[in-house]
């Protein structure tokens, strides 16, 4: 080998630019030691980073070339590189590796320049972005529109803590999502999905909507609420306002059901997992007759939820069984996880409140959907600004490639 050379061919794409240049190099023997094309509006970047044989004429090599990029219509730049330093990018592979996922209604300017000031001031290198949402028409007007583009970048934040601080900061500053994830094969290899139900699949909760039809409505919001801030024990806040439940007809129960709406991008979201393939459930401290209702509506493979005592036709204020407060929630998931022959790292978990938290730390990815203020900062990723379907981008998926799913 004599000469490394960077090619870097540029301009307005049409067919055959790839094969033309690469014929060209392949006359003098060239070894390609890596390459990279894009297309943005039409415009072509294509680099190739070129090993050029000692027998070979670099200079000749470099003018047909030229000549061959001319007669195509384009440019091209060509960048020496010596052998230190292709040894020096050579050392960097296996380096570690993060997937940077913004998310909004929409993406500007300031977005990614602040967003980017933050990956450069932790010392982070961005190799790659790519943009994961649909092209945007500029003649309608869609309150409820959605734009992703995913950063590929390189090393170790040098203070991960604050980092994901300033993310955070970020997202709320702008009214955006900002997700950052290792990018390792159980990325690639993510299994099951599971969900918490209310105020996470659907937009209630169910235990206050009950309460509005026993007339303590406002008693047990209250609580709820408390509950979910991590403010309540959750089993002493559940028993409290179950017993206040007592004497309610359970006649009401399909109706508070079917007056229940999921949240946005609930149904898309399901449909597309369980066409790739993927297992979900929904792991609720919720009651089953509400989750059963919902996995007959979406074809959830699996709901583990209280059960509600009923005698007589009456609700007595109690449930069957153990309650399902956060810490069984975690060991229903892992439970689940051993049942289908899946690493916790393959596991996705989504949910809102703070008896979410456990089964959120434990899965490979736990995030955090429209969350309580202490839920999104502890958890590992979060989503407030878009709809459940939004988890797609996290996993690398655009709209092109669910497009295709129908």
């Known amino acids: 080998m004599k000469d490394i050379l960077l090619i870097n061919v540029f301009g307005e794409d049409k067919p055959g630019v790839t094969n033309a240049v690469t014929n060209v190099l392949s006359i003098y023997e060239v070894t390609i030691l890596d390459i990279g094309q894009a297309v943005i509006h039409d415009q072509l970047n294509l680099g190739l980073l070129a090993a050029i044989p000692s027998a070979a004429d670099t200079d000749a090599l470099i003018a047909q070339i030229e000549t061959c990029v001319s007669g195509l219509e384009m440019r ?96 709320h500053q702008y009214d955006i999502d900002i997700a950052f994830q290792e990018d390792n094969i159980f990325r690639r290899n993510l299994r099951l999905v599971v969900f918490d139900m209310d105020s996470t699949l659907i937009d209630a909760e169910v235990i206050d909507e009950l309460a509005i039809e026993a007339g303590v409505g406002q008693q047990v919001a209250e609580t709820t609420e408390a509950a ?106 892992r439970e689940l996880a051993n049942q289908e022959g899946l690493m916790l790292e393959q596991v996705i978990a989504v949910g809102d409140g703070a008896n979410d938290l456990p089964m959120l730390d434990i899965a490979g990815l736990g995030i955090a959907f429209r969350a309580k203020p202490l839920v999104e900062a502890s958890a590992k990723q979060a989503i407030s600004s878009l709809g459940l379907d939004s988890i797609l981008y996290l996993l690398g998926y655009s709209d092109k490639d669910t497009g295709v799913l129908g």
């Open 76 to 171: 091209v730049k060509f960048l020496p590189i010596s052998e230190h330093r292709y040894q020096q990018w050579v050392l960097q592979q296996g380096k570690s590796r993060h997937i940077v996922t913004l998310l909004g209604r929409k993406i500007e300017a300031q977005h990614l320049a602040a967003l980017t000031a933050v990956v450069t001031k932790y010392q982070l290198n961005i190799d790659k972005i790519v943009r994961l949402s649909g092209r945007i028409n500029l003649h309608e007007s869609d309150q409820l529109g959605r734009a992703c583009v995913e950063l590929s970048v390189r090393g170790e934040a040098s203070d991960p803590h604050a980092f994901k601080k300033s993310l955070l900061e970020l997202a």
């Open 228 to 333: 979910m801030q991590g403010k309540l024990d959750f089993k002493q806040s559940f028993d409290q306002r179950l017993a206040l439940l007592k004497g309610l007809d359970a006649s009401v129960l399909p109706k508070v059901a079917q007056r229940l709406t999921l949240n946005e991008g609930a149904e898309h979201l399901i449909t597309t997992l369980k066409k790739l393939g993927f297992k979900t459930a929904i792991i609720s401290g919720g009651f089953s007759f509400f989750g059963e209702y919902l996995q007959n509506i979406l074809g959830v493979d699996y709901v583990y939820a209280n059960q509600l005592d009923i005698e007589d036709g009456m609700v007595t204020g109690r449930v069957k069984g153990d309650i399902i407060d956060g810490q069984r929630k975690a060991d229903l998931l």
